[in-house]
Nanobody
Framework: QVRLVESGGGSVQAGGSLRLSCAASGSGYIFGSNCMGWFRQAPGKEREGVARIYTGAGSTYYADSVKGRFTISQDNAKNTVYLQMNSLKPEDTAMYYC??????????????????WGQGTQVTVSS
């Protein structure tokens, strides 16, 4: 069983920065051959994809709404994926979730990420 634990959420003012972490663990889990993604869900809205990274090659993909402001990265030694969020806007306020699927990166749509999800970490951006 794979476990994903998010951390790093908090409250910041618009224009500020936060770094989220997603630590993966579990028997048989091979960090370097998975696709890991960040998603978010604001109150009253559907969950949406933010960014993904294929941990085998480090290739990344971002939603247009965060491109140029957010950066997804990995630390294989720590089995951890990060989401550096800069120039935060009030519309970035949401619960942020980490997800993982084995081997192949699906499109950044939550329903395609059927394997593993974390419990989420709250990000609140005030104007």
């Amino acid at each position: 069983q794979v476990r994903l634990v998010e951390s790093g959420g908090g409250s910041v003012q618009a224009g500020g920065s936060l770094r989220l972490s997603c630590a993966a663990s579990g028997s048989g889990y091979i960090f370097g051959s998975n696709c890991m993604g960040w998603f978010r869900q604001a109150p009253g809205k559907e969950r949406e994809g933010v960014a993904r990274i294929y941990t085998g090659a480090g290739s990344t993909y971002y939603a247009d709404s965060v491109k140029g402001r957010f950066t997804i990265s990995q630390d294989n030694a720590k089995n951890t994926v990060y989401l550096q969020m800069n120039s935060l806007k009030p519309e970035d306020t949401a619960m942020y979730y980490c997800a993982a699927v084995p081997r192949i990166c699906p499109v950044l749509i939550p329903t395609y990420w059927k394997s593993y999800w974390g419990q989420g970490t709250q990000v609140t951006v005030s104007s």
